[in-house]
C-alpha cells in the first residue's frame, strides 16, 4: 500500500498530532497542579486561622499585662535574642587558632615536590580542611603526612590509596580532620 498524500501534507499532519499531543499533556499537567493547589488550600487555611487565633491571644495577653509586666516581658525577650546571638557566634570567638595559622602551619611543613592547589576548611565542633595538590610521587605524599602528624595540630589524616599508588597521575586530596 502506498501513501496518497504528498509529503508536504504528510508533515503538516505529523505536525497537527504533536501539536495536540503537546497540548493534551500541558491540560493535564495544569489541571495535575489545579487539584493539587485545590488538595493544600485547606491545610493553608487551618495555617492562617491558627496564626490569627495565636496573634490575637497574645494581643489580648500584653493589653491584660501592666506596664512592669511588659518590660519585664520584653526584657526577657531580648536575652532569648542575646543567647542565640552568644550560641551562634561563641564558636567563633572561642577558637584557639585562627584560620590563617592553620593553613601557615599546613604549608610549612610541606616538602619539596609537592605543590598545593586548593584548601578547603569546614569549621565547626570537629574541624576539617582537605588539601587538593600535585606531587612528584607517593614518597613526597608520604613525607608531607607524616609532617603534618607530628606537628600535632590534627587527630586525623588521610589520604586515598590511589593518590599512594599513583593512580592518578600525582594528584593527591589529603584530609585533615580534629584541628586543635
Known amino acids: 500500500m502506498s501513501n496518497v498524500l504528498p509529503k508536504e501534507t504528510l508533515q503538516a499532519e505529523w505536525n497537527r498530532?504533536?501539536?495536540r499531543l503537546v497540548?493534551?499533556?500541558?491540560?493535564?499537567?495544569?489541571?495535575?497542579a489545579i487539584l493539587s493547589g485545590l488538595a493544600l488550600l485547606p491545610a493553608h487555611a487551618a495555617l492562617l486561622v491558627e496564626k490569627a487565633i495565636a496573634t490575637q491571644q497574645n494581643n489580648q495577653e500584653?493589653?491584660?499585662?501592666?506596664?512592669?509586666?511588659q518590660q519585664a516581658?520584653?526584657?526577657r525577650n531580648g536575652i532569648?535574642?542575646?543567647?542565640?546571638l552568644l550560641d551562634s557566634v561563641g564558636p567563633i570567638v572561642s577558637a584557639t587558632s585562627s584560620l590563617s595559622e592553620i593553613i601557615n602551619a599546613t604549608l610549612a611543613v610541606r616538602p619539596s615536590?609537592?605543590?598545593?592547589?586548593?584548601?578547603?576548611?569546614?569549621?565547626?565542633?570537629s574541624g576539617?580542611?582537605?588539601?587538593?595538590?600535585i606531587s612528584r610521587g607517593r614518597e613526597s605524599i608520604n613525607q608531607y603526612k607524616e609532617a603534618l602528624s607530628k606537628s600535632g595540630r590534627f587527630k586525623n589524616i588521610s589520604v586515598p590509596v590511589g593518590a599512594l599508588v599513583g593512580a592518578?597521575?600525582?594528584?593527591f586530596t589529603m584530609t585533615l580532620s580534629g584541628i586543635l
Not at 576539617?128 to 595538590?133: A, P
Not at 592518578?168 to 594528584?171: E, N, T, Y
Open 17 to 19: 498530532f504533536r501539536n
Open 23 to 32: 497540548l493534551v499533556g500541558a491540560l493535564v499537567l495544569l489541571g495535575t
Open 62 to 69: 500584653r493589653g491584660a499585662l501592666s506596664e512592669e509586666n
Open 73 to 75: 516581658l520584653s526584657e
Open 80 to 84: 532569648v535574642r542575646a543567647q542565640v
Open 113 to 125: 615536590g609537592i605543590r598545593v592547589d586548593h584548601i578547603t576548611f569546614v569549621s565547626g565542633a
Open 128 to 133: 576539617m580542611m582537605t588539601i587538593d595538590g
Open 168 to 171: 592518578d597521575g600525582g594528584r
